[in-house]
């Protein structure tokens, strides 16, 4: 019991060590063995690195059912005597040490249960969510109905579609250029229809500002995220999406805008119609036919045409995931903002593994996990909310 006493210590100064980017070559490699040892110290490691202060505290009611209340005011005592600017360390030291070690006397059957419960852990597909933003500032929710009106404009959302369309009101009434923006969240999508008749998808975790009704010179709107466009064909006032400094100018045309923050690229996938995408900043320009995507590199302004199946980048608009030879990560990426989960590689390598298939985007994520685990190249572990990747 001495030993374990001693390897708890040591291991949770490392996992300390290893938050504050102080451990020797030596000192990782002993981690790195502990870590991959069993699966229950991969488990543990992993809570303790990313969230040490919830997790401590995660361990109350699990001590309570096991009635150790004399073990648990020890550590909660000690816990108490440490200084302010010392609690992420103590909360490291205590709680790695009480697992590891009392772990032998009670917590790992507790432990080796949540695993096979996590293992069953079932999480759900986006839904219809988003919320919207009017010019005054006033805020609705968008899984209720509303029925609004603005500057002439009559706005509803009856069937988890909000819709711009004329209202009755007298005709010499003045309109006023009022922009409103839709939030989609993570974990939602949502569909617009704006005063012209165009159509719009948004992806999750996505934002559109827009008029409420267009002026009489272009027809603009912001993005930041991603949407499917089928606009209104309007050969006077052509329709542009601005999207961090690129510009997507159109006329009448079905096309998909990919331009998340954290993403490197914009890239634009055209399916029907002609687009002329034009980068402000480093003066690119390409025009578009059916089956061509510009991808523009924010960072360094490279650019680059190709031809694609278009339609693999607008399935999503009906329903589907298709991976078309995409790196694991940016797999992840998608699934982590449809299904609202946080992701984690322990292996820097699994981020560049390539993958291909097709699967309904209304599965819960075990599906899509499941088929990649197939190819026996990457393992996947969900605790909570939280995502493991690991290459096998």
């Not at 073990?71 to 030291?93: A, D, G, Y």
């Not at 719009?200 to 002026?215: A, D, E, M, Q």
């Not at 694609?308 to 903002?337: C, P």
């Not at 984690?344 to 819960?364: H, Q, T």
Request: aromatic residues 10%.
């Amino acid at each position: 019991m001495k030993e374990d006493w001693y390897l708890g210590f040591n291991i949770a100064d490392l996992i300390v060590k290893r938050l504050e980017g102080k451990l020797s070559k030596e000192e990782e490699q002993t981690l790195e063995d502990w870590k991959y040892a069993k699966e229950e110290n991969l488990v543990l490691f992993h809570r303790l690195s990313q969230n040490p202060e919830k997790q401590f505290f995660n361990r109350e009611n699990k001590l309570e059912d096991s009635h150790k209340e004399q073990v648990w005011e020890k550590i909660r005592l000690s816990v108490k005597r440490q200084k302010r600017t010392r609690i992420l360390n103590s909360f490291m030291k205590i709680a790695a040490v009480f697992v590891i070690v009392l772990g032998s006397v009670f917590f790992f059957s507790n432990l080796k249960k949540s695993v096979k419960d996590d293992s069953e852990t079932i999480i759900t597909p986006g839904k219809n969510l988003a919320l919207l933003v009017m010019g005054d500032g006033e805020k609705y929710e968008l899984d209720k109905e509303v029925q609004l009106q603005e500057s002439g404009v009559k706005i509803t959302n009856d069937s988890d579609e909000l819709v711009y369309q004329k209202a009755e009101v007298n005709n010499k009434a003045k309109k006023q250029l009022t922009y409103n923006t839709i939030i989609i969240p993570k974990g939602g999508e949502y569909k617009l229809t704006l005063m012209d008749g165009t159509k719009i998808w948004l992806n999750s975790n996505s934002k559109l500002r827009y008029p409420s009704v267009f002026g009489s010179d272009v027809r603009k709107v912001q993005l930041e995220g991603e949407a499917y466009f089928q606009v209104a064909k309007d050969s006077l006032h052509p329709f542009i999406v601005d999207v961090n400094n690129v510009q997507v100018k159109v006329l009448g045309t079905s096309f998909n805008v990919n331009a998340y923050g954290d993403d490197d690229e914009i890239v634009t996938t055209l399916l029907e119609g002609k687009v002329e995408v034009k980068d402000e900043f480093f003066g690119n320009m390409a025009k578009l036919l059916p089956n061509e995507q510009f991808r523009f590199n924010k960072l360094n302004g490279k650019c680059a045409k190709n031809k694609v199946d278009a339609k693999i980048y607008a399935a999503w608009t009906n329903g589907r995931f298709v991976f078309e030879n995409e790196s694991l990560q940016e797999i992840m990426n998608r699934l982590s903002r449809w299904y609202d989960v946080e992701v984690f590689f322990l292996n820097n390598d699994a981020k560049n593994l390539k993958f291909s298939g097709d699967v309904a985007r209304y599965e819960n994520i075990n599906q899509i996990l499941e088929m990649i685990e197939v190819t026996q190249k990457v393992k996947f572990t969900i605790k909570d909310r939280s995502l493991m990747v690991e290459k096998i």
